[in-house]
C-alpha cells in the first residue's frame, strides 16, 4: 500500500505553519555555529548543554560563598548554557551580563519560563482554553502571553504542554487540551504559532517547546509520575499527533518528560528522541530535559549512578539538562574515557545553538530585556479585553432549566461558596508571573454587572482550603468548619436567585496534584445541599482544573455551568455568559464521569469484542455504574438550540487520491442568536490494528442567528483516515468507514462511505 502523509487535517480547521523547522536550518548559521563549535573547549560545549534555574537573586550582590558562588562562577566562565525562573527586565539583564561581559566565547544565555497560560495577564488555563474550541482564540492567548514575556527578558517558554490526558485523577490534565489527539493537534499547533508568531528574532516572540515527550498523560491510575506502559499503537494514533503537529508549527523546543514507557524513561529513550522526533520528522531545535529526569533515571532503576544517566541521556538525544547537573558534572568524563563520542556533544550543543541564532541571541543578547516595553507591554487594557474574550469563549453549560440568563435587574441576587469572592484560584496553577489574588472574583463581576438597584449579598459558606496555598505547599481540603453555613442559608433565603462558586482551589490541579476521588472536597456537598433546601433558583458555577464528578449537584440545581479557572477576568468573563452578554459557546475538551472508578474515560474508546448486549450479563460494562459519561466529549448547551440534517456526502466511495465532502445545515432553532461547535467524527470498521468507536476529524463554529440557517461543509481525504497500522506505517486501510455530524460526541447524524 502506498505510504500517505500525516497530511491529516480537515478543512476548515486547517494547520498553517509558522516560523518552522526549516527556519531553524539555515545553512549561514551552520556555517557560523561550525565556526563557533571549532573554538570551544569541551567544557564550554558541555555548559551549552547545562541549564540552572535562577540560583541567586540576579538583581541583589554577587554570592560569596557556596553552590550560588559556584554557580556565578559558572555563568561567567561560559558552563551554564541557559537559566529557567530567572524573570523581568533588570534581572535577566543582568544574568545576560555575568555571561557575555565575561565568558571568553560570550555565548548569550537563553532565559526559559514556564508561560503555560499568560505571563502577567492570565489567561484561562489550558485545558479551559481547550474548551473554547476555537484555535484562533487561543493563538491570539499565546501571543499576548509571549509579547508580555518576551518584553520581560524572556526567550523561551516551557509550553505549550500537549499531552493527552484521558485521566481526571491526573493533576496535570489542566495544563494541556484534553483527551483528544485531533483537538489536542489544532491546539497545539495554535499555541505554538501564537508563542513564536512569524518570526522568533522579533522582540514580541519566543520559542516553544512541546512537552512532555512523551505519554506523561498515560500515568498509571492518573497518579503523576507513575509508570506509563502503552502499546506503540496508542503512542503513535493517541499520544504523538499533538506532539507531531506542535514540530509542524515550527516548535523549536521539546521537553521530554518524567515518565518511563515500557521500562525505558523517556529521558533515556532512542526511540522517541532518536528515530521519531529527530529522524522520522526531522526535527532541527533541541530537546531539554524535564526538570531533574535525568538524576531521577537512578531510582527508575535505569541507571547506576548520575554519571551512568548523563552517559544514557546524552546517547538518546537529550540535548539539554535542567537542573540534574549531571552533564555538567559527568559528560566531559564520559568523554574522556570514550564513554560518550564527542560528536554526541557537538550535535546537541548544535541544536541548542542554532535555537540561540534564531532568536537573534547573537546580535544583540539583550535586545529582549527592555524595561521600558515590559512597562508598556504588560497587562495593557487590550490584553486584559482578550483575556475576558477568551475566558467566555471557555465557559462550558453543562444544564440549563431555563434559569439562565439572568436579568440584571433581578431584585436580589446570593454569591455563595468558598470560590465566589477568591481573587487568587481563578489564576489557576502554572499561572506565570500573574500577581496573587489579581484576578475579578465571581463577587466582584456579578456587582458589576447587575444594575444599581440589584441587591448583591455574599457569603463564603465554608471554607475549601486551610493552611498554605503555593506551588510547593501541599495544600488541605478537609476543614471541618461549619460556622459559616448558617449564613450561607439565610443569604440563599433572602435573594432571589443564587450563585453558587464550588469545585477547585487554584492549586488542587496541577504538577503533583493527583486524587483518588475526584468529588467535591470539604463542605461543598453539604453546603450545596443547605442553599439548595433554602433556595431552589440555584445556579451553580463550578471552577475546576480537572472534571469532577458532580451529578447529584447537577440533579438538585437548575443550572450548571463549567467555568474552569478563568484567569484574570474571570468574574466579568462568568457574569457575562450568566447575565446573557455572551451566550455559551465552549464545548468539553474532556468527558465528564458519572464515577471516578469510570476513570480513564474517553469517548474515542475501543469496542471491545463484547460491547453488548445489555440485557446480558457477560458484556463490557461495570454493574454498579453505567459506562457513558455524565456529560460527553464536545457537549455544551447554548442560550438557544440548534438541529442538524442528515449528512449529505458527495460520493459514498473515495479512491486514495479522491475527497469527499460531508454536508449538513444547522439551523438555530431557538429564539436567541449563539454559536454552534459542529463536529464531524469518524469510525474505521476494520483495520489492522482496531480503530477506535470515533475520532473526531473536524470542527466549526458557527454563529447563528435565531432561526438561521447555515451549511457547514467538510472534506475528507484519505490522508485523513490515516493511522498508524500494523506494517508501522502512517497510512489509510481501504474499507469501510461511518461518519457522524452533530454537537457533540453522543448525539450525532450518521452516514458511510468507503475506501477503495
Ligand atoms: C515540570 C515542567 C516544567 C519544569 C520547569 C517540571 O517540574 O514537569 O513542566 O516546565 O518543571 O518549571
Known amino acids: 500500500m502506498k505510504r500517505l502523509l500525516v497530511a491529516g487535517l480537515l478543512a476548515p480547521a486547517l494547520v498553517v505553519c509558522s516560523a518552522g523547522a526549516q527556519g531553524l536550518l539555515n545553512p549561514a548559521t551552520e556555517k557560523k555555529i561550525d565556526a563557533l563549535l571549532g573554538q570551544m573547549t569541551l567544557e564550554e560545549k558541555i555548559g551549552q548543554l547545562n541549564q540552572y534555574s535562577s540560583p541567586f537573586d540576579m538583581t541583589g550582590p554577587a554570592p560569596s560563598q557556596g553552590a550560588q558562588k559556584r554557580a556565578y562562577d559558572q555563568i561567567r566562565s561560559g558552563l551554564v548554557g541557559s537559566m529557567l525562573n530567572v524573570t523581568g527586565a533588570e534581572a535577566t539583564r543582568k544574568a545576560q551580563q555575568l555571561a557575555v561581559e565575561n565568558s571568553r566565547l560570550k555565548i548569550p544565555l537563553i532565559f526559559g519560563y514556564d508561560v503555560i497560560h499568560g505571563y502577567k495577564t492570565i489567561f484561562p488555563i489550558p485545558l479551559g482554553e481547550a474548551a473554547s474550541w476555537d484555535p484562533a482564540a487561543v493563538e491570539r492567548s499565546a501571543r499576548i502571553a509571549a509579547t508580555e514575556a518576551a518584553a520581560a527578558g524572556l526567550h523561551w517558554t516551557f509550553g505549550p504542554m500537549v499531552d493527552v490526558a484521558r485521566d481526571a485523577r491526573w493533576g496535570r490534565i489542566m495544563e494541556g487540551s484534553g483527551e483528544d489527539p485531533f483537538l489536542g493537534s489544532q491546539m497545539a499547533a495554535a499555541r505554538v504559532r501564537g508563542f513564536q508568531g512569524k518570526d522568533l528574532a522579533a522582540v514580541d516572540t519566543i520559542a516553544a517547546c512541546a512537552k512532555h515527550y512523551a505519554a506523561y498523560g498515560f500515568a498509571e491510575a492518573g497518579r503523576d509520575y507513575n509508570t506509563v506502559d502503552i502499546s506503540e499503537s496508542t503512542l503513535r494514533n493517541v499520544v504523538l499527533p499533538p506532539f507531531k503537529a506542535a514540530a509542524d508549527a515550527g516548535a523549536a523546543t521539546f521537553m521530554n518528560s518524567f515518565n518511563e514507557i515500557g521500562g525505558i524513561p523517556a529521558t533515556a529513550s532512542v526511540h522517541l528522541q532518536r528515530e521519531i522526533l529527530k529522524g522520522e520528522w526531522g526535527f532541527k531545535g533541541f530537546v531539554v530535559s524535564d526538570w531533574g529526569s535525568i538524576g531521577e533515571m537512578v531510582p527508575h532503576g535505569f541507571s547506576d549512578d548520575l554519571a551512568h544517566a548523563a552517559q544514557q541521556a546524552i546517547a538518546a538525544g537529550s540535548d539539554m539538562d535542567m537542573e540534574s547537573r549531571a552533564y555538567v558534572a559527568h559528560l566531559a568524563g564520559l568523554v574522556k574515557s570514550g564513554k560518550v563520542d564527542v560528536k554526541l556533544i557537538n550535535e546537541a550543543v548544535r541544536r541548542v545553538l542554532r535555537v540561540k541564532y534564531a532568536l537573534g541571541l547573537f546580535d544583540d543578547p539583550y535586545r529582549y530585556s527592555d524595561a521600558g516595553r515590559e512597562r508598556a507591554a504588560t497587562m495593557t487594557p487590550e490584553h486584559l479585553a482578550a483575556a475576558r474574550e477568551v475566558a467566555r469563549k471557555s465557559i462550558v453549560l453543562l444544564k440549563n432549566d431555563g434559569l439562565l440568563p439572568l436579568d440584571k435587574t433581578v431584585r436580589s441576587i446570593a454569591v455563595i461558596g468558598p470560590l465566589a ?74 435573594a432571589d436567585v443564587v450563585l453558587l462558586a464550588i469545585g477547585e482551589d487554584a492549586y488542587q490541579s496541577g504538577e503533583g496534584r493527583s486524587q483518588a476521588d475526584i468529588g467535591l472536597k470539604g463542605l461543598q456537598d453539604e453546603l450545596v445541599r443547605a442553599v439548595v433546601e433554602a433556595n431552589k433558583r440555584v445556579v451553580v458555577v463550578l471552577m475546576s482544573g480537572r472534571p469532577l464528578t458532580i451529578g447529584h449537584v447537577a440533579d438538585a440545581v437548575p443550572a450548571l455551568v463549567e467555568s474552569w479557572l478563568l484567569g484574570s477576568q474571570s468574574g466579568h468573563a462568568i457574569a457575562d455568559v450568566l447575565f446573557g452578554d455572551y451566550s455559551p459557546s465552549g464545548r468539553l475538551p474532556v468527558s465528564f464521569p458519572r464515577h471516578v472508578g469510570q476513570e480513564p474515560l474517553y469517548y474515542g474508546h475501543k469496542n471491545t469484542g463484547r460491547p453488548g448486549p445489555e440485557s446480558s450479563v457477560t458484556w463490557s460494562h461495570y454493574t454498579d455504574v453505567a459506562n457513558d459519561p455524565l456529560y460527553p466529549f464536545g457537549f455544551g448547551l447554548s442560550y438557544t438550540t440548534f438541529s442538524y440534517s442528515e449528512p449529505k456526502l ?56 435565531a432561526g438561521q440557517a447555515r451549511e457547514v461543509t467538510f472534506t475528507i481525504t484519505a490522508a485523513d483516515l490515516a493511522f498508524y497500522t500494523a506494517r508501522g506505517r502512517w497510512e489509510a486501510e481501504p474499507g469501510a468507514f461511518r461518519v457522524f455530524v452533530g454537537g457533540n460526541s453522543r448525539d450525532l447524524k450518521e452516514a458511510s462511505f468507503s475506501l477503495r
Open 650 to 705: 458527495s460520493a459514498t466511495e473515495i479512491g486514495r487520491d479522491g475527497r469527499l465532502t460531508v454536508s449538513v445545515t444547522v439551523t438555530n432553532t431557538g429564539k436567541r442568536a449563539g454559536t454552534e461547535v459542529a463536529q464531524l467524527y469518524v469510525r474505521d470498521l476494520v483495520g489492522s490494528v482496531t480503530r477506535p468507536v470515533k475520532e473526531l476529524k473536524g470542527f466549526e463554529r458557527i454563529d447563528l442567528l
Open 421 to 494: 469572592d477568591d481573587k487568587d484560584s481563578p489564576l489557576g496553577n502554572w499561572r506565570g508571573q500573574g500577581a496573587a489574588n489579581s484576578a475579578v472574583s465571581l463577587l466582584e463581576g456579578v456587582k458589576a454587572a447587575v444594575s444599581p438597584a440589584t441587591r448583591v449579598l455574599y457569603a463564603e459558606g465554608a471554607k475549601l482550603v486551610t493552611g498554605p496555598r503555593n506551588f510547593s505547599a501541599p495544600s488541605v481540603y478537609n476543614t471541618t468548619d461549619r460556622s459559616g453555613l448558617p449564613a450561607a442559608v439565610e443569604a440563599a433565603r433572602a
